[in-house]
């Protein structure tokens, strides 16, 4: 299963992410960069321990990270923007079934 990733919401400034930006990633570990916007390394921590879990089905709710959107989980970036003055950005993990 593919995972599509979300720019859901950004908490001060982030100088890679806008609202809307989307990460792909296929077959649950190919990062998509054709299909994606540009992807910030520093956020790619938020993802990785959970990616190969929800392209292989677990539901969010299982790993703590269900909300707004069911069947969807909701990551953020490791950035304290209040501390730093940088941004944290908040993203909605959704699975794309093939």
């Not at 995972?3 to 990633?25: A, H, M």
């Not at 992807?39 to 959970?50: I, N, R």
């Amino acid at each position: 299963m593919d995972l599509i990733v979300n720019v859901k919401e950004i908490r001060g400034t982030c100088p890679v992410y806008k609202l809307g930006d989307t990460i792909v990633v296929r077959k649950g570990y190919v990062l998509d960069t054709r299909d994606s916007s540009n992807v910030c390394m520093h956020s790619l921590a938020s993802l990785m321990p959970y990616y190969v879990a929800l392209s292989k089905g677990v539901h969010p709710g299982e790993l703590g990270l269900s909300g707004k959107r069911q069947g969807c989980a909701y990551l953020q970036c490791l950035d304290p923007c209040e501390i730093t003055g940088g941004g944290t950005v908040v993203f909605e993990v959704s699975v794309k079934e093939q």
